[in-house]
C-alpha cells in the first residue's frame, strides 16, 4: 500500500508555470527512490554486494573537434540532469550510468561508436549534435530497438526515415523544417526579401538549404543566388561578391560555426552591410567569437535563451554555473535540449510498472504513458505520440539576435511571452 501511495506521488505532475525541476521533479523522485533503496522491490535487476545494477544510457556527441562548442554543453547538461537524478537514487533505486562516446563530430566514427553502444547494452541513447552524424547512425538504434534521444540534430529527415509507429527515433530540439520558415517569416516582415543562401555540404547544409528553398517558395520567393562550400573553407569573398551582384539583401547562411563566422567577415571585409540570418548555429561561440564585430546584430531561431526568465530557467542556470564553474553556457539551447532529454528519459523509465526495461517498453513509454514533465525548454504534456517524434512545436521558437557578444531577445514582446513556458501545439 505504501509503495503503490509513493509510486502515486512520484507521478503527480505539479501544474505552475514557476515550477523548480530541483526543488520540485526531484522531490518527487526522492520519494521513489527512496521507497526502493530501502526494498528491493520493483527493481528489474538485482542487486550485487555493492547495491543494485545500474541501468545504463548512452550519450553521444561530438566532445572534441570542431563542433565541441555545442557538443560538450549538451553532454553537460545530460550529466547534470543525471547527477541529478542519481542524488536522489536514481531509478528505482538503480543508478544510471552514462556511457560517453566522443563522435567527435565524423559520420563513420559515429556510426562505430552507435554500434558499440549496442554492444555496451544500453537501454537508451541521448546524443548527437551533427545532422549528417546522426543520419548515418540512427538505423543502428533503430534495427536493435534501442531509442535514440536526440537534443541537437535538427535535420528535418532524421525522425522520418522509418514509419512513426515503428521508428525509434525520438528528437528534443527544433527541426529545420520549423527553423527555416520561422526565420524566412522574419526577414520578410523586415522587408528582406532577396535572400542569398550561404550552406555548407555538409548533411546538414544539404537538408537546410532544402528547408530553407521549401520556406521561400510558400512565400513566392526564391534565393537570388547560392554558395555551397566545404567546412573548414577558409575565404568566400568571391561567393560574397557574387551574391552582392545578384542584388541580396539578406544571407541567410545554414553551417556551423567557424563557417558561419567566414561568413560574417567576408562580409565586413567587402563593406557589404546586409544582414545575416540563420538557424540556431548561429548562436554558437566559434561563430560569435571568430566573427567578433561582424557577428553584431546577426538574427537566429531560438527556444531558450540563457535569461533567468522565470524560476525554472534560473533554477537550470544556476545549476549548471555551479557544477561546471562557468559563468556563461557556451550554446544554452544545446545544454538545455540535453537536460530536458534527460528527464524525459527518466520520466518514460518512471512509467513503466510492469516487465523488463528494453528498448521497447522505454518507446511505448515514451510515446504517450508518461507524467508531465515541467522542463527548462518547454512544458512536456506529452510530448510524443506513436505519430510524432518531435518534442517541439512552432510556438516555442523566438527570435534571438547578437548584441554586444551575447544572444538576446530580438523582440520585446519574446522577453515577455519568454516568463510563460510553452506547450507543445
Known amino acids: ?15 505552475s508555470s514557476t515550477f523548480q525541476p530541483r526543488a520540485g521533479a526531484l522531490c518527487a523522485l526522492l520519494l521513489g527512490g527512496l521507497l526502493v533503496a530501502a526494498s528491493a522491490q520493483g527493481a528489474e535487476s538485482a542487486p550485487t554486494p555493492t547495491g543494485p545494477a545500474p541501468l545504463r544510457i548512452g550519450l553521444i556527441g561530438p566532445l572534441t573537434g570542431p563542433s565541441a562548442d555545442f557538443g560538450i554543453p549538451m553532454a553537460n547538461g545530460v550529466k547534470l540532469a543525471v547527477d541529478e537524478i ?12 552514462l556511457v560517453v562516446k566522443d563522435d567527435t563530430a565524423d559520420p563513420g566514427r559515429g556510426r562505430l561508436l552507435a554500434e558499440e553502444l549496442v554492444r555496451d547494452q544500453v537501454v537508451a541513447t541521448i546524443g548527437y549534435c551533427n545532422s549528417g552524424v546522426a543520419a548515418k547512425s540512427v538505423e543502428i538504434f533503430q534495427n536493435n530497438r534501442i531509442p535514440l534521444i536526440i537534443p541537437c540534430a535538427t535535420g528535418t529527415a532524421l525522425t522520418t ?29 523586415r522587408g528582406w526579401d532577396r535572400v ?23 512565400r513566392n520567393l526564391k534565393p537570388v543566388y547560392t554558395s555551397r562550400f566545404p567546412l573548414g573553407v577558409k575565404d568566400l569573398t568571391e561567393e560574397l561578391k557574387a551574391a552582392r551582384a545578384a542584388g541580396a539583401n539578406v544571407v541567410f547562411s ?22 545575416q540570418v540563420g538557424p540556431w548555429t548561429l548562436s554558437f561561440p566559434f561563430f560569435i567569437e571568430g566573427a567578433k564585430d561582424a557577428a553584431e ?47 524525459l528519459l527518466l520520466y ?78
Open 254 to 275: 545554414y553551417t556551423v560555426g567557424p563557417e558561419n563566422a567566414v561568413v560574417a567577415q567576408g562580409r565586413k571585409a567587402l563593406g557589404w552591410k546586409v544582414p
Open 348 to 425: 518514460a523509465l518512471l512509467a513503466i510498472h510492469k516487465g523488463p526495461v528494453d528498448g521497447p517498453a522505454i518507446k511505448t513509454a515514451l510515446e504517450g504513458q508518461m507524467k508531465t514533465y515541467y522542463g527548462v525548454v518547454a512544458t512536456y504534456d506529452h510530448p510524443f505520440s506513436p505519430q510524432d517524434k518531435e518534442a517541439i512545436s512552432a510556438n516555442m521558437l523566438v527570435m534571438g539576435q547578437v548584441r554586444n557578444g551575447l544572444v538576446t531577445f530580438a523582440y520585446p514582446e519574446d522577453a515577455k511571452r519568454n516568463l510563460f513556458v510553452q506547450r507543445k501545439q
Open 161 to 189: 526515415q522509418y514509419p512513426a509507429p515503428e521508428s525509434y527515433i525520438f528528437r528534443v530540439q527544433v527541426r529545420d523544417a520549423l527553423q527555416a520558415p520561422f526565420v524566412v517569416d522574419d526577414l520578410q516582415k
Open 196 to 218: 542569398a543562401i550561404f550552406a555548407d555540404t555538409t548533411g546538414y547544409g544539404e537538408g537546410g538549404t532544402r528547408d530553407v528553398v521549401s520556406a521561400l517558395a510558400a
Open 1 to 15: 500500500m505504501v509503495f503503490k501511495y509513493l509510486r502515486r506521488l512520484a507521478d503527480t505532475p505539479v501544474d
Open 86 to 97: 542519481n542524488a536522489v537514487g536514481g531509478y528505482l533505486g538503480r543508478p544510471l550510468e
Open 297 to 343: 546584430g546577426a538574427l537566429m531561431a531560438q527556444t531558450f535563451i540563457a535569461e533567468p526568465s522565470n524560476e525554472r530557467r534560473a533554477s537550470f542556470l544556476a545549476s549548471y554555473a555551479r557544477q561546471f564553474k562557468s559563468r556563461r553556457i557556451p550554446v544554452p539551447m544545446a545544454a538545455a535540449n540535453g537536460y530536458d532529454a534527460s528527464y
